[in-house]
């Protein structure tokens, strides 16, 4: 074969090989497009915000450190969005700890409260009058559990919510200072639990870690 012939067939065999794989590369991106990360909304530290139930106006009276809880100012209405975190202490929440986390709420207002559990173990959302000044290991044995999330009367001591899944609840509590701690046996006196403080004085919501 002459020196020509050769050429063409290895012109014809690199040109085919060359248009399979752009082909080929085509196709692969029409229709096994690279899925977009999209990361889970960021759970932030320590409360989720939403721009629409917030106003910015509001939020520059604020404490300074203090972040700002998405609230309904047109019914009284503050939304606690409670994350217990996969991280390595798993008796957080948001990822605080031991009583960190301060959560202030206007007098006569209602807390709707989404609880998430992302951790391993499972946990509960309770909130607690509590007569005691840190939480043992059975928080019903430390004043008056006032609302469960996740759980009941019944069973909160060994039962909550599995990883993955979302709880709700709500209430509206008389000015006072109190607990929300998870119920489940041991988990507050580990350190799972917070401090919310009900007063008149407080005219936005916002949290405060300590
Ligand atoms: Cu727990």
């Known amino acids: 074969m002459s020196k020509i012939g050769i050429a063409i067939i290895v012109i014809i065999f690199v040109g085919t090989a060359v ?5 080929a590369y085509n196709f692969s991106i029409v229709y096994f497009p690279l899925p977009k990360v999209s990361k889970a909304p960021i759970l ?36 606690l969005y409670i994350v217990a975190e996969s991280s390595s202490n798993p008796f957080n929440f948001n990822g605080t700890s031991d009583g960190n986390l301060h959560i202030y709420i206007p007098a006569g207002w209602t807390v709707i409260v989404y609880f998430t559990n992302e951790e391993g173990l499972p946990h509960n959302f309770l909130i607690i009058q509590n007569t005691t000044a840190t939480p043992g290991t059975d928080v019903g044995q430390d004043g008056n559990i006032l609302l469960y999330v996740g759980a009941t009367s019944s069973n909160y001591l060994y039962n909550g919510i599995s990883s993955g899944q979302t709880a709700s609840g709500s209430i509206t509590l008389n000015p006072g200072v109190y607990w929300f701690a998870c119920g489940v046996e041991g988990h507050a006196s580990s350190g799972m639990w917070g401090v919310i403080e009900v007063s008149s004085s407080i005219t936005t919501p916002y949290a405060i870690v300590e």
């Open 19 to 23: 248009m399979a794989g752009f082909l």
């Open 44 to 79: 932030s530290k320590v409360i989720h915000t939403t721009s629409t139930t917030t106003t910015t106006s509001m939020t520059s009276s604020l404490p300074s450190g203090a972040y700002a809880l998405p609230y309904n100012p047109s019914n009284k209405t503050v939304f």
